[in-house]
Nanobody
Framework: QVQVVESGGGLVQPGGSLRLSCTAPTYTLRFYAMAWFRQAPGKEREGVSLIGASGRLTNYADSVKGRFTISRDNAKNTVYLQMNNLKPEDTAVYYC?????????????????WGQGTQVTVSS
């Protein structure tokens, strides 16, 4: 019954930036670890970034370190993924996910609630 919703995807050129947002319209996320995953056509879903419930602890996939930043504003019940210097290989459907625990490893099975995904396409 916990629904999370992503937004902010779109088409950008290589080197461009995009910010994704995730929120739960009717449920508070402030006690949940949150994460972003992505899945490209023909590839497995992979973890992109994780943020603990307090926002103090974060983790990133090696492929996005230095380019992506995860953050949250619990007062707004929103989690963000700022994506800079985007590359074509970043093209994927990006999913927001919530875990009932306050901090977990960035693996799919730890996450209990998932958004429907938002498409990010990086192309000239």
């Amino acid at each position: 019954q916990v629904q999370v919703v992503e937004s902010g995807g779109g088409l950008v050129q290589p080197g461009g930036s995009l910010r994704l947002s995730c929120t739960a319209p009717t449920y508070t996320l402030r006690f949940y670890a949150m994460a972003w995953f992505r899945q490209a056509p023909g590839k497995e879903r992979e973890g992109v970034s994780l943020i603990g419930a307090s926002g103090r602890l974060t983790n990133y996939a090696d492929s996005v370190k230095g380019r992506f930043t995860i953050s949250r504003d619990n007062a707004k019940n929103t989690v963000y993924l700022q994506m800079n210097n985007l590359k074509p290989e970043d093209t994927a459907v990006y999913y927001c996910a919530a875990s009932n625990l306050e901090y977990v490893e960035l693996v799919e099975w730890r996450f209990d609630y998932w958004g429907q995904g938002t498409q990010v396409t990086v192309s000239s």
